[in-house]
């Protein structure tokens, strides 16, 4: 088994390289996935969030309203370190269970936004940074993803720095490019990681 940590700053693209690698026979341990799962209703994920951030972050119908919570954290560096509290080891345990199951003679790809900031390189073999200008990350969270410039910034803003990213890196993508220029890199990296 290969243990690959795939990060990349918001915007930069990492979900599309994820969603390649996946198509080549991947095995991929999504973490904003996971994410997700650990604070859906009913889990002791959710109860801890309702506990630390009150019942204002809930939808009506008692689902996490993530872009509330991510307007209050993003915007307080302390919030944002105790949600990544609670849900940091979760997401931590539920990976582990995932990479177990997938067996000897496979590429695990851990796709973690998170990874530089959280200090989880040595958890890996090798570490694959999908790179993009800050430009160009701005300009597809605000046109993609409907953000508004200040959100996008704020989002950017607590995240690694894009040098901070590419320190840890052993395989760098780059994409600032068009889409058709992306499937070569991430097949080229592919290929090296089943060499080994």
Do not use: C
Not at 84 to 99: F, Q, T
Not at 164 to 186: F, K
């Amino acid at each position: 088994m290969v243990k690959v940590g795939l990060t990349g700053g918001i915007g930069a693209g990492k979900s599309e390289v994820s969603r390649l690698l996946a198509s080549y026979g991947a095995v991929i341990v999504d973490a904003d996935k996971i994410a997700r799962e650990v604070v859906e209703p009913g889990t002791p994920g959710l109860a801890a969030v309702i506990e630390a951030f009150g019942t204002d972050v809930l939808t009506p119908d008692g689902t996490l309203d993530r872009p509330k919570l991510g307007a209050l954290v993003f915007a307080d560096p302390d919030r944002l370190k105790a949600l990544n509290a609670i849900v940091h080891p979760l997401v931590g345990a539920r990976s582990a269970e995932l990479e177990a199951a997938a067996g000897q003679g496979t590429v695990v790809v851990h796709d973690v936004p998170l990874l530089t900031e959280n200090g989880l390189a040595p958890l890996y073999d090798t570490i694959v940074v999908v790179d993009a200008a800050p430009e160009t990350q701005l300009r597809r969270l605000v046109t993609l993803r409907g953000m508004t410039e200040d959100e996008a910034k704020a989002r950017m803003g607590a995240q690694a720095t894009r040098e901070q990213r590419l320190a840890i890196a052993d395989h760098v993508i780059d994409n600032d490019g068009p889409l058709e220029a992306l499937e070569p890199q991430v097949r080229e990296i592919w290929e090296r990681l089943r060499a080994r």
